[in-house]
C-alpha cells in the first residue's frame, strides 16, 4: 500500500480510501465490520463516510467496527454535514446551527472525540463561506475535528475559500472530494490544477462511476437486478456515449489480464494530483477485487487509448454536478 499526503497537512493516508456509503444499505453490519477489519489489514488507513448515509445509521456502524477492533487510533476518519437529518427547514445545510449540532451527532455515533476530516458535502450559495468556515474553525479549535475539506465544490468556491480563511484568520479547507473517473474528466480543467497550485488533496468519489465502469451495464440489455441503478434506467448518467467508452475499455482490460473495475480504479490511483480515491463495496469480493487494482500498472500506452475514449476534460456521463452559481450576497 502507498501513503500519500492530505493535502499539505503531513498526514499520511493510504492511496485507497474505503467509502462506508454501503454500511447498513447493500451491506450489513456484520458484512460492513468484516470489510472495515479486511481493509485495514490491507493497509487502508483512511475511512469516509457522511451523516447523511442511512440518516446516520453509516456512521453508527463505522463507529461500532473501529470499536470493535480497536484500531480508531489508527484510522484517519472522515465524515460529512450539509444533508438533509431531518424534516425541518434548518435540518440541512451550511449555516454554522447545522454544522455544530451535526458535527456533536456524528461524534456520538462514531463512538469517537474527533473526527479527523470533516468535510462540507456540497456547497451551497445561499449560505457565505465565512458563516460555513467561521463553525468549522471553532470546531477545530475545541479539538473535535482535526482538519476540514469539502466535497463536489467548484475550482472559484475552494479559491474563494482560501481567501476568506486567510482574510479573516480561519483555518483552512485541505482537500476537495469530487466525481472523478473515465467517464467524467471535468476536474482535469481547472479544479486539479487549483489543487495543485494551492496544496489540495484530492479524494475522488465515485471512480467507478457508480459502477458504469464494471462493465455489467450492456447496451440495450437489460439492468442487473442488484445494479445501482436497475431502478434509474432513465437515469442522465445512461448515455450512449458512456456505452462507447465502456465498450472501447473492454479489450484493454482483458489485454492487461485485469477487471474493468481494477482497469477505472487503477486509472483513477494513478492520475496527477489525485490523493486517495474511494471504493464503496458492499461485499468482500468487491473490496478484493477493488485492492486488486493496486498491482495494475498503468502505461502511457494505455493512458493514450483511453484519452483516445474521452479526452482529457470531457464528460461522457454526468458526475460533475453542484450548487456552482454565485452567491446570492456578498461573501463578508
Request: glycine share 10%; charged share 25%; with cysteine.
Amino acid at each position: 500500500m502507498e501513503y500519500r499526503n492530505l493535502g499539505r497537512t503531513g498526514v499520511k493516508v493510504s492511496s485507497l480510501c474505503l467509502g462506508c456509503m454501503m454500511f447498513g444499505r447493500r451491506a450489513t453490519a456484520e458484512e460492513s465490520y468484516e470489510i472495515v477489519d479486511r481493509a485495514l489489514e490491507a493497509g487502508i488507513n483512511f475511512l469516509d463516510t457522511a451523516n447523511v448515509y442511512g440518516r446516520g445509521t453509516s456512521e453508527e456502524i463505522t463507529g461500532e467496527a473501529l470499536k470493535r477492533n480497536g484500531l480508531r487510533d489508527q484510522t484517519v476518519l472522515a465524515t460529512k454535514v450539509h444533508g438533509g437529518m431531518g424534516e425541518g427547514v434548518n435540518d440541512r445545510g451550511n449555516s454554522r446551527r447545522h454544522i455544530v449540532e451535526q458535527c456533536e451527532a456524528s461524534l456520538r455515533r462514531l463512538q469517537t472525540d474527533w473526527i479527523d476530516l470533516y468535510q462540507i458535502h456540497r456547497p451551497q450559495s445561499d449560505t457565505p463561506i465565512d458563516e460555513t468556515l467561521r463553525a468549522l474553525d471553532d470546531l477545530i479549535r475545541a479539538g473535535k475535528v482535526r482538519y476540514i475539506g469539502t466535497s463536489t465544490f467548484a475550482a472559484w468556491q475552494c479559491v474563494e475559500s482560501l481567501w476568506v480563511s486567510r482574510e479573516l484568520g480561519l483555518n483552512r479547507f485541505v482537500c476537495e472530494q469530487p466525481p472523478y473517473h473515465i467517464l467524467d474528466r471535468r476536474i482535469e480543467r481547472e479544479l486539479l490544477p487549483m489543487a495543485q497550485s494551492y496544496g489540495y488533496g484530492i479524494i475522488p468519489w465515485s471512480p467507478l462511476a457508480g459502477g458504469l465502469l464494471t462493465g455489467k451495464y450492456k447496451r440495450q440489455e437489460k439492468m442487473p437486478e442488484d445494479a445501482r441503478f436497475a431502478d434509474r434506467p432513465d437515469s442522465p448518467r445512461i448515455t450512449s456515449a458512456m456505452f462507447d467508452v465502456v465498450e472501447g475499455l473492454q479489450p484493454l482490460a482483458e489485454k492487461k489480464g485485469c477487471t474493468m473495475a481494477q482497469l477505472a480504479l487503477a486509472w483513477c490511483v494513478q492520475q496527477p494530483g489525485v490523493t486517495s480515491p474511494i471504493i464503496g463495496p458492499r461485499n468482500i469480493e468487491q473490496l478484493e477485487d477493488n485492492l486488486g487494482a493496486l498491482q495494475v500498472q498503468i502505461e502511457q500506452e494505455d493512458r493514450e487509448e483511453i484519452d483516445r475514449l474521452n479526452g482529457p476534460g470531457r464528460m461522457a456521463s454526468p458526475f460533475y454536478e453542484a450548487d456552482f452559481g454565485p452567491h446570492q450576497f456578498p461573501v463578508l
